[in-house]
């Protein structure tokens, strides 16, 4: 017999398994529909990974960087960059970012959804990784698996909570494209 509260879990749980396999194929098809332009990109450059010295930048920790997609380097940055504490977006400091990239960089007009998309692939990553150190499939010892099992809940939550800003992202992503002439939303 199942008590009611394990229930709930196994049914909550069954949810968000669902969630994830619809965003996992949301994200399969993302990189199969549009590749975009590439170029030697960092690929984590939030603000813990900039040094400061004399007011000159330093990035450091470049080992995920590689051959990427520019657009979807630029809102992981961005979004690294504009987020509150509480996970939102500060909208002035999105677009001030924006402006700065698009003026040195310049960015084509782009499936602004296939990159939001394309996204959640570090964050399903993470997760595969957490999950299977936590079940002990990386050979990892108690103290690795435990870190592990500490990880799993705040990325799914992660997950859905970078999946429901999807409608803000992307209005954000128009405007920022408006300002510079461009149109938001459509790939070439």
């Known amino acids: 017999m199942v008590c009611p509260a394990g229930a709930r879990r196994a049914a909550d749980l069954e949810e968000v398994l669902g969630e994830l396999n619809r965003l996992s194929e949301l994200c399969a098809r993302a990189f199969e529909g549009f590749c975009g332009r590439k170029a030697l990109c960092h690929n984590d450059l939030d603000p813990k990974n900039v040094l400061w010295q004399g007011g000159e930048p330093v990035v450091i920790d470049w080992e995920a960087a590689g051959f990427s997609g520019v657009s979807r380097d630029f809102l992981e940055t961005a979004l690294y960059w504009s987020q509150n504490a509480d996970g939102s977006v500060n909208r002035e400091r999105f677009l001030a970012f924006a402006r700065g990239y698009t003026s040195r960089c310049g960015l084509e007009a782009v499936d602004w959804n296939a990159v939001l998309h394309q996204g959640l692939a570090s964050k399903l990553e993470w997760l595969e990784y957490s999950l299977k150190r936590s079940l002990g499939l990386t050979g990892a010892e108690d103290a690795e698996r435990r870190l592990g099992t500490e990880q799993v809940v705040p990325t799914i939550r992660g997950i859905q909570a970078y999946a429901r800003q999807f ?22």
Do not use: I, Q
């Open 167 to 188: 409608p803000e992202l992307t209005a954000l992503l128009r405007e920022a494209e408006a300002r510079r002439g461009t149109r938001a939303g459509e790939g070439k």
